[in-house]
């Protein structure tokens, strides 16, 4: 069984690396307090749960059982996000980890992995190296240039009313009825990060057609 002390030290050292995690790299970037909560209760909870397990007997069936129980819960009131449902996996499997390294006095080990947990979730979520294409559908009353003669002008005419700066465009459906289409443009997502597609929407409702409509997302 753990010591009273090197319990102490790996529920501080726990805490310490789930709070960079969610602190510093995952509440800057979605701003959601309702996980907060979550992350860090889930977190201890699973560490002094874990620490106990590593020195029973039974510690392999009740891990497997632990598991278990985990994959069955569901939040009801909502629909957990893919990423939220990944740093929680993520949030379950680091106490996991260190009681089995703590307990085992493997702290460099314990340093190394719990370092490149952080360090590659700091590197997701700034998105370093990645470039990321974003679309939007908007409904467009200029029927005129959907004509594959009128492709400059109707990507130029796409840039200067959403203020985007589109790469391509699919064209949709078309109603000649009311002299609309549907098309859906391409562009690299802007600089702005997480509040990127807010802006969008609301640089999109702005732009008003030639007859007077508004030119809105679909």
């Given at each position: 069984m753990l010591s009273t002390t090197n319990l102490l030290i790996g529920f501080i050292f726990n805490l310490l690396v789930a709070v960079v995690i969610v602190r510093f790299i995952y509440f800057p970037a979605k701003q959601n307090k309702n996980y907060v909560f979550t992350f860090l209760a889930f977190n201890t909870a699973i560490y002094f749960v874990m620490s106990v397990l590593t020195s029973s007997e039974i510690?392999?069936?009740?891990?497997?059982?632990?598991?278990?129980?985990?994959?069955?819960?569901?939040?009801?009131?909502?629909?957990?996000?893919?990423?939220?449902?990944?740093?929680?996996?993520?949030?379950?499997?680091?106490?996991?980890?260190?009681?089995?390294?703590?307990?085992?006095?493997?702290w460099l080990s314990l340093l190394l992995a719990n370092t490149a947990v952080i360090i590659t979730l700091f590197i997701l979520e700034r998105e370093w190296g990645f470039q990321y294409e974003l679309s939007q559908t908007v409904t467009y009353e200029r029927i005129e240039l959907i004509k594959p003669e009128n492709h400059d002008l109707l990507l130029a005419d796409l840039r200067h009313r959403t203020g985007l700066p589109v790469k391509r465009l699919e064209v949709g459906q078309i109603n000649f009825l009311r002299d609309s289409a549907e098309i859906k443009i391409y562009y690299d997502e802007p600089a702005t990060g997480g509040t990127a597609l807010n802006w969008i929407d609301k640089e999109l409702e702005k732009v008003v057609g030639e007859n007077g409509r508004k030119t809105k997302p679909f």
């Open positions: 510690s392999v069936g009740v891990g497997f059982g632990l598991f278990g129980l985990f994959s069955l819960l569901r939040y009801r009131t909502e629909t957990m996000p893919t990423r939220e449902m990944t740093y929680l996996f993520i949030i379950i499997a680091l106490p996991v980890l260190n009681s089995i390294l703590i307990g085992n006095a493997e």
